[in-house]
């Protein structure tokens, strides 16, 4: 992994529903704002030729790439992944957080950032229990870390959150 770099205020996160889109969504992200290459749906090297194209194009754009799962030896700006999944050689770290328990897991992982959610229903977990606005805000005021707004995210949306920065599937691609 690369040297540390600063926090992205706006990260995408990849999976199949968004991967026919993501040329395009990277194209509209803000300089300095993150990639999280998932695509756990994809073979180990079909993944890999994935990853390649979608970090050529994040850095040409001044996009973080992020990886998320295995992904040893990926030329890569950080990882992402629950907090007991996080390796520490240089680079970013984006703990995924549903809890205050969890969030103080990812302070003692030494996470640079976390993702907090789900705010709001999402497409990917229908059905699923969701934070709420409220319970979000209260949650993050507890974190020592830098929060990122996920789950049912959109720029408006995010707007009305006083959080760090915020990231979405759906949202952005």
Same mark, same amino acid.
């Given at each position: 992994m690369h040297r540390c770099h600063p926090v992205p205020r706006v990260v995408l =996160?990849?999976?199949?529903?968004?991967? !026919?889109? $993501? @040329?395009?969504?990277?194209? &509209? $992200?803000?300089?300095?704002?993150a990639l999280v290459f998932r695509h756990y749906h994809l073979p180990p090297v079909a993944r890999r030729?994935?990853?390649?194209?979608?970090?050529? =194009?994040?850095?040409? &754009?001044?996009?973080?790439?992020?990886?998320? +799962? @295995?992904?040893? +030896?990926?030329?890569?700006? +950080? !990882?992402?992944? *629950?907090p007991q999944e996080l390796r520490r050689p240089a680079g970013l770290h984006l703990a995924t957080v549903h809890s205050l328990a969890e969030i103080g897991a990812a302070v003692r992982a030494r996470a640079s950032a976390? $993702?907090?959610? #789900?705010?709001? #229903?999402?497409?990917?977990? #229908?059905?699923?229990?969701? =934070?709420?606005?409220?319970?979000?805000?209260?949650?993050?005021? &507890?974190?020592? $870390? #830098?929060?990122? *707004?996920?789950?049912?995210?959109?720029k408006r949306r995010a707007a009305r959150l006083p959080v760090w920065g915020w990231a979405a599937i759906d949202g952005l691609a």
């Open positions: =996160l990849s999976d199949a529903r968004n991967d !026919h889109r $993501l @040329e395009s969504a990277i194209s &509209r $992200l803000p300089r300095g704002s030729a994935r990853f390649e194209v979608l970090r050529r =194009l994040c850095v040409r &754009r001044g996009v973080l790439v992020i990886t998320a +799962g @295995e992904a040893r +030896g990926w030329r890569a700006d +950080g !990882h992402y992944g *629950a976390i $993702l907090l959610s #789900p705010v709001h #229903p999402t497409r990917s977990h #229908p059905g699923a229990p969701v =934070l709420g606005p409220l319970r979000f805000l209260m949650l993050a005021q &507890r974190s020592p $870390l #830098p929060v990122i *707004a996920l789950g049912g995210m959109t």
